[in-house]
């Protein structure tokens, strides 16, 4: 079965401002992500891409144009089932703000009983993008082989929930993994199991290095805004 490139959007205007984006429209890629998404081709310049599957919102169109316009013969499709979580009262609110609801710590810590209002659960979200990667393996396998390479460019819950899927990782686990904006998260599928075989490879260690002011303890909600 192929090997699935997950690369998550860019660095946006809403994680900058510490805003939970969700479905919000006209969030696009600050300065720093338009960079990110412009090395992107030469990131994986090396990696005979077969197709690219990205969600509909602007800031993942954004990410994957750069991509698409240094390989013209690149197929490109849009699939809503990867698109960011539905955070659906939330979406909009500051991040800041939202760490005193009480539904923040059912999000951390049991993400399975977490259903935003008027939005969706964690559960269904996990659903929809492992149904969506499942079809697409099957459809990328058949027009382009087993050993076929593709990429899907898509958001930090979206992607994580994924390698949770792909390690069988309970989902009231996965807030465990972090992925940064435009890194790269590699899964090969066998017909028996996946394979994690990268993990928010972002190229950059300078997230890693000791900040002026401790980190925060729980995982951001939407992935982060990723190394300052």
Same mark, same amino acid.
């Given at each position: 079965?192929?090997?699935?490139?997950?690369v998550r959007?860019g660095?946006s205007?809403?994680?900058?401002s510490g805003?939970?984006? %969700?479905?919000?429209?006209?969030?696009?890629?600050?300065?720093?992500?338009?960079?990110? $998404?412009? $090395?992107?081709?030469?990131r994986?310049?090396?990696? /005979?891409i077969? @197709?690219?599957?990205?969600?509909p919102?602007?800031?993942?169109?954004?990410?994957?144009?750069?991509?698409?316009?240094?390989?013209?013969a690149?197929?490109?499709?849009?699939?809503? =089932?990867?698109?960011?979580?539905h955070?659906?009262?939330?979406?909009?609110?500051?991040? $800041?703000?939202?760490?005193d609801?009480?539904?923040? @710590? &059912?999000?951390?810590?049991h993400?399975?009983?977490a259903?935003?209002p008027?939005g969706?659960?964690?559960?269904?979200?996990?659903?929809?993008?492992?149904? $969506?990667?499942?079809?697409?393996?099957?459809? &990328?396998? =058949?027009?382009?082989g087993?050993?076929a390479?593709?990429l899907?460019?898509?958001?930090?819950?979206i992607i994580k929930?994924?390698?949770?899927?792909?390690?069988?990782?309970h989902?009231?686990?996965?807030?465990?993994?972090?992925? @940064?904006p435009?890194?790269i998260t590699?899964? =090969?599928?066998?017909?028996?199991?996946?394979?994690?075989? =990268?993990?928010?490879?972002?190229g950059?260690?300078?997230?890693?290095?000791?900040?002026?002011?401790? %980190?925060?303890e729980?995982?951001?909600?939407g %992935?982060?805004?990723?190394a /300052?």
């Open positions: 079965m192929p090997t699935l490139i997950l959007h660095r205007t809403a994680n900058t805003v939970l984006a %969700g479905w919000t429209p006209g969030v696009a890629l600050d300065d720093r992500g338009a960079a990110q $998404a412009a $090395a992107l081709p030469g994986l310049a090396g990696l /005979p077969s @197709e690219v599957v990205a969600s919102l602007q800031r993942c169109q954004e990410t994957v144009r750069p991509l698409l316009d240094a390989r013209p690149l197929r490109s499709h849009t699939d809503e =089932r990867i698109g960011e979580c955070y659906g009262d939330w979406s909009g609110r500051k991040l $800041a703000e939202l760490a609801e009480p539904l923040m @710590e &059912v999000v951390q810590a993400p399975t009983a259903a935003f008027g969706e659960s964690m559960r269904s979200m996990q659903t929809r993008a492992a149904e $969506a990667v499942r079809e697409w393996n099957a459809r &990328v396998e =058949r027009d382009h087993a050993d390479v593709y899907m460019c898509s958001h930090g819950d929930s994924l390698v949770a899927d792909a390690l069988g990782l989902l009231d686990l996965f807030q465990r993994i972090s992925v @940064e435009c890194s590699a899964i =090969r599928y066998t017909r028996l199991r996946p394979f994690l075989v =990268r993990l928010g490879d972002t950059d260690f300078a997230s890693l290095a000791p900040r002026e002011e401790p %980190g925060e729980d995982a951001p909600v %992935g982060g805004a990723g /300052p």
